[in-house]
C-alpha cells in the first residue's frame, strides 16, 4: 500500500515538473517572440496589447495609425506603443480610412459606420444593415463605402446616401486616384469603376473573389 501510494506521488511529481517545464518554455517563447525582429524590420506585437482579429489598417502619419477588428476593437499606434479605444460598438469592423488625424472613419458589420474627430470615436446613420467591407475618400467630403449586396454609399461631408450600383456581388474592397477614378472590387472577379457620375463594371480577368 505505501509503494502504490508512492508510486503515485512520484508520478503526479513528474507531471507536475513536466507541466511546469512546459508553461516555463512557453512563456520563454513568447517574451523571445516579443523581441524577434526580421531583416525587414518586422517585430511581433500581436496579441499585444489584445488577441481580437484585426481586419485594417490605416495612418496619417507614423506616429498615427489606426487598425480595426472583431467586437468592435479599435487600436492606435503612437509610434512607440499600441493602445485601445472606445469604439462604442462590438461589431466587427473590416476597415478604417481617414483624410487626416482628424477625420477618420471606420466600417463594419450591420452597416456600422463611425467617425473619429481626433478625440473620439462616434456612430454614423448609415442607412443600411448591409455589411460594409471596405472605406476610402479622396477627400474629408467625398467618402466611399462598400459592401454587402453590392452595397456602395457616398458620403458627402454631411450625409451618407446610397449609390446605384452595377452588381450585387459582395464587394470588399475600394480605392481611388480622384473623386472621378474609383474602383471597387468583389466576389467572382467583380470589378467596378466610377467615373464621377456612374458606376459600371469592367471586364475581369478572373471570376476568383
Same mark, same amino acid.
Given at each position: 500500500?505505501?509503494?502504490?501510494?508512492? @508510486?503515485?506521488?512520484?508520478?503526479?511529481?513528474?507531471?507536475?515538473?513536466?507541466?511546469?517545464?512546459?508553461? @516555463?518554455?512557453?512563456?520563454? =517563447?513568447?517574451?523571445?517572440?516579443?523581441?524577434?525582429?526580421?531583416?525587414? @524590420?518586422?517585430?511581433?506585437?500581436?496579441?499585444?496589447?489584445?488577441?481580437?482579429?484585426?481586419?485594417?489598417?490605416?495612418?496619417? =502619419?507614423?506616429?498615427?495609425?489606426? +487598425?480595426?477588428?472583431?467586437?468592435?476593437?479599435?487600436?492606435?499606434?503612437?509610434?512607440?506603443?499600441?493602445?485601445?479605444?472606445?469604439?462604442?460598438?462590438?461589431?466587427?469592423?473590416?476597415?478604417?480610412?481617414?483624410?487626416?488625424?482628424?477625420?477618420?472613419?471606420?466600417?463594419?458589420?450591420?452597416?456600422?459606420?463611425?467617425?473619429?474627430?481626433?478625440?473620439?470615436? =462616434?456612430?454614423?446613420?448609415?442607412?443600411?444593415?448591409?455589411?460594409?467591407?471596405?472605406?476610402?475618400?479622396?477627400? +474629408?467630403?467625398?467618402?466611399?463605402?462598400?459592401?454587402?449586396?453590392?452595397?456602395?454609399?457616398?458620403?458627402?461631408?454631411?450625409?451618407?446616401?446610397?449609390?446605384?450600383?452595377?452588381?450585387?456581388?459582395?464587394?470588399?474592397?475600394?480605392?481611388?486616384?480622384?473623386?472621378?477614378?474609383?474602383?471597387?472590387?468583389?466576389?467572382?472577379?467583380?470589378?467596378?469603376?466610377?467615373?464621377?457620375?456612374?458606376?459600371?463594371?469592367?471586364?475581369?480577368?478572373? =471570376?476568383?473573389?
Amino acid at each position: 500500500m505505501r509503494k502504490r501510494m508512492m @508510486g503515485k506521488i512520484l508520478a503526479v511529481s513528474m507531471i507536475l515538473l513536466i507541466a511546469g517545464a512546459l508553461i @516555463g518554455g512557453l512563456a520563454g =517563447s513568447a517574451k523571445a517572440a516579443d523581441k524577434i525582429v526580421s531583416p525587414d @524590420g518586422w517585430a511581433w506585437q500581436n496579441p499585444l496589447p489584445q488577441g481580437n482579429s484585426l481586419e485594417g489598417v490605416w495612418g496619417s =502619419s507614423s506616429t498615427d495609425v489606426f +487598425a480595426v477588428g472583431a467586437f468592435g476593437t479599435i487600436l492606435h499606434y503612437d509610434g512607440s506603443d499600441w493602445t485601445p479605444m472606445a469604439s462604442g460598438t462590438t461589431n466587427r469592423l473590416y476597415d478604417v480610412w481617414g483624410s487626416s488625424s482628424t477625420d477618420v472613419f471606420a466600417v463594419g458589420s450591420d452597416g456600422t459606420i463611425l467617425h473619429h474627430d481626433g478625440s473620439d470615436w =462616434s456612430g454614423m446613420t448609415s442607412g443600411t444593415t448591409n455589411y460594409l467591407y471596405g472605406v476610402w475618400g479622396s477627400s +474629408a467630403s467625398d467618402v466611399f463605402a462598400v459592401g454587402s449586396d453590392g452595397t456602395i454609399l457616398h458620403y458627402d461631408g454631411s450625409d451618407w446616401s446610397g449609390m446605384t450600383s452595377p452588381s450585387s456581388r459582395w464587394l470588399y474592397g475600394v480605392w481611388g486616384s480622384s473623386s472621378t477614378d474609383v474602383f471597387a472590387v468583389g466576389g467572382d472577379g467583380t470589378i467596378l469603376h466610377y467615373d464621377g457620375s456612374d458606376w459600371s463594371g469592367m471586364t475581369s480577368p478572373t =471570376s476568383r473573389w
